[in-house]
């Protein structure tokens, strides 16, 4: 006589281990491709898939991903530029499949392999938590350093909106690992800014608890041919317009309009500032019309970086620049350094 069969309610099952999904957005890096790609895969966590992001390259890029035999690894060529965050939305819309996602830049990489294994650890059992975040290390041609955490092992999005621009606070794409469900429903990389990634991480740090990390997990690079250090002043307002849609989801989530109000325009003020030796380098007459363009748009923001002493010899430095040009045509001028 066969025994009966167990009731699938008496069986125990293993739980499913949670996929996580690296998405790699690329243009033309064929020289920097195969390292990120590589750091993926060398990751030691199991459930995991990387996606490759092509957005009609014209270089080697698609030889390079070629060279990789990983059945973990898929390839994905847009028939047309998407640009930089539409490279990002199409990836997360479209074809990511994980729980969970990690955006690692075509041109960064992956430093420490059991990232996403600790970053896992983090969010299991705890689905209060939207993200978990780690240290990055910023590199270009002069230096390297590592960004900074808080003391506390996690917070609400609310209280680190509230504790910016302190650096602790600023989440690094490439070092945060973030559910994708909650961002799918938040309509993430609708922005075209460079900052998007700011403005959708966020938006989504104040649904829930961000967990920090400490292990320096990945590599920034800073190079000629990303638009970080842009100069470009239309593109670095459109960046500082990013916080009046966060601290406005800030206000829907609690948080009070009078401090929302203030903290924005310490944020502003912050970010202003560290676009100056960028947009330094068009010369000190660019830098005095960014910082006048910046207080009109953000009043509060522009008294804060009025009120830097660095701030107001920045100014008179520009519009001295500016009259010698006017009174003396063909003077040259050193932009700051």
């Known amino acids: 006589m066969n025994p009966s069969p167990i009731p699938p309610e008496d069986v125990a099952m293993e739980p499913r281990a949670i996929k996580v999904s690296v998405m790699i957005p690329t243009y033309n890096q064929a020289g920097f491709i195969r390292e990120a790609i590589a750091s993926a895969l060398a990751q030691t966590y199991e459930n995991l898939e990387v996606i490759v992001g092509d957005d009609a390259s014209t270089d080697d890029t698609a030889a390079v991903v070629a060279g990789f035999s990983d059945p973990r690894l898929r ?18 819309y479209e074809h990511a499949t994980g729980e969970w996602v990690v955006n690692l830049d075509g041109d960064d990489y992956f430093i420490d392999s059991d990232f996403i294994a600790q970053a896992v ?33 996690q917070l609400t999005g609310l209280e680190i909106l509230r504790r910016l621009p302190g650096r602790p606070y600023l989440l690094m794409h490439l070092g945060v690992m973030y559910a994708r469900q909650p961002a799918l429903a938040l309509d993430f990389y609708r922005s075209a800014a460079i900052s998007s990634d700011w403005e959708s991480l966020y938006r989504l740090a104040l649904r829930g608890t961000v967990k920090y990390l400490r292990r320096t997990v990945g590599v920034w690079r800073l190079h000629g041919e990303n638009e970080t250090g842009t100069r470009d ?65 953000f009043p509060l923001a522009g008294l804060w970086i009025l009120s830097h002493p ?17 009174t003396h045509p063909g003077t040259a001028e050193a932009p700051i350094a």
């Open 75 to 92: 390839y994905v060529r847009h028939p047309a530029n998407l640009g930089r965050t539409g490279n990002y939305r199409a990836l997360l």
């Open 121 to 153: 650890q983090c969010v299991e059992g705890h689905p209060e938590v939207v993200m978990v975040a780690a240290r990055v290390t910023t590199k270009s041609e002069r230096d390297a350093h590592d960004s900074d955490l808080p003391p506390e092992d």
């Open 233 to 297: 002043q239309d593109k670095l307002m459109a960046n500082l317009a990013i916080w009046d849609v966060v601290y406005g989801d800030a206000v829907d989530c609690g948080m009070p309009p009078l401090r929302a109000r203030v903290s924005r325009a310490r944020v502003v003020a912050f970010l202003a500032r560290q676009a100056f030796p960028a947009v330094s380098r068009a010369g000190n007459g660019a830098l005095a019309v960014f910082v006048a363009t910046v207080a009109r748009r």
């Open 310 to 326: 660095m701030s107001l010899a920045t100014l008179a430095a520009g519009f001295c620049g500016r009259y010698r040009r006017a």
